[in-house]
């Protein structure tokens, strides 16, 4: 089933996340829900909040843009993280309206902890493109949104066109 995507400026995407007890039924169909959605949307990644639940729990496939699916379901990640810094150039995301980008800086590697929908323990190591998705994903979970990690004048001249926007979209 699709999901709807919540977007900016809803304040639910500002709440941190409460961790996923036990995996259930209920959250193996809403990972696969999940999945469907952010592959409809189309999107790389796609965190518990941005489809309105509270809970620690993403999805990702960063292969996703290209003809292969490997898709991903983690609960309650942890990131370490390393390497260096660069700048994600034009990053996106599903729930930041009028398909705003920008450059973020995140870090070349990170070090994954977390479960899969079995229970399993998951370790490894990401590093460039898949590292930068996991942060933009895990960072929904703590209520960021990668427009947080944009400049102050730049985040003041998209929350200006997100006010016009909004109103012209009530006017409608």
């Known amino acids: 089933m699709i999901l709807d995507i919540v977007t900016y400026p809803d304040p639910r995407l500002k709440e941190v996340c409460e961790p996923v007890g036990e995996v259930t039924d209920e959250i193996r169909q809403f990972a696969a829900d999940m999945l469907e959605?952010?592959?409809e949307?189309?999107?790389?990644?796609?965190?518990?909040?941005?489809?309105?639940?509270?809970?620690?729990?993403?999805v990702m496939d960063p292969t996703a843009q290209k003809d292969e699916r490997n898709p991903r379901v983690l609960?309650?990640?942890?990131?370490?993280?390393?390497?260096?810094?660069?700048?994600?150039?034009?990053?996106?995301?599903?729930?930041?309206?009028?398909?705003y980008r920008a450059d973020v800086k995140r870090m070349s590697k990170v070090h994954l902890s977390a479960r899969d929908l079995d229970g399993n323990a998951i370790e490894e190591d990401l590093e460039e493109f898949p590292a930068i998705v996991m942060q933009h994903e895990y960072d929904h979970l703590d209520?960021?949104?990668?427009?947080?990690?944009?400049?102050?004048?730049?985040?003041?001249?998209?929350?200006?066109?997100?006010?016009?926007w909004l109103k012209k979209k009530t006017a409608e």
Do not use: H, W
């Not at 260096?84 to 009028?98: F, T």
């Open 75 to 99: 609960i309650n990640p942890v990131l370490t993280l390393s390497g260096e810094e660069v700048v994600s150039e034009q990053e996106g995301c599903l729930s930041v309206p009028m398909n």
């Open 41 to 58: 949307a189309p999107g790389v990644g796609l965190a518990a909040p941005q489809v309105g639940r509270n809970i620690r729990m993403l």
């Open 37 to 39: 959605t952010m592959y």
């Open 143 to 164: 209520g960021v949104l990668f427009i947080d990690r944009i400049s102050r004048l730049r985040r003041s001249l998209y929350d200006s066109k997100v006010k016009k």
